[in-house]
């Protein structure tokens, strides 16, 4: 792992501000630390404020997309009877994060509820209820475009749908005791 070197970044790079969800440009030669990378993202700290750098984009930090761990490795083998693997649908959504938090969104309780839907034409919708740890978080729409993208990649599913709700709000109540224990709040 990466977290907490200090790189110079090797050409300019498209990241996001978090919590703001601003795009901005990196430019090259920048000094940036790297504070997470999960998920398939890095977040990254640059001129006192966090930023996302998506894991496509990791040669400007000198570094491989293979060191996220989550290509090759991560794609599930094809269903036989056509029909969407549950477990794998929500192994998937373990690997979609809050950038600002080390634990992904199902065990941080974000994920409501999840279910399939056979569509007219035979294909399988996979339907997503969540939420975020704030309502005005602009982070927001890129976490629910990881989640769509990430799962349209599990074998015989033809489209997704995530509706972000805030009632009921969510509070740590809803995560789970290896969440809680991750961020030291035991």
Known sequence: MNSGRLIAVRRDVDAVLIPLG????????????ITQELGGSY????????????????DALGLDERDLGASEASRPAQVPDGDVDMDEVWRVLKTCYDPEIPVNIVD??????????ETDDGGHEVEVVMTLTAPGCGMGPFIVEDVRR???????????????VFDPPWDRSRMTDEAKLQLGMF
């Open 150 to 164: 990430k799962l349209l990649d599990v074998p015989n599913v033809t489209d997704v749908h995530v509706e972000l």
């Open 43 to 58: 977040t990254v700290a640059v001129g006192g404020n966090l930023a996302r750098i998506e894991g496509k984009d990791a």
């Open 108 to 117: 941080l309780g974000l994920v409501y509820d999840v279910h399939v839907v």
């Open 22 to 33: 601003t795009p901005i440009v990196i430019p090259a030669g920048s000094q940036v630390r």
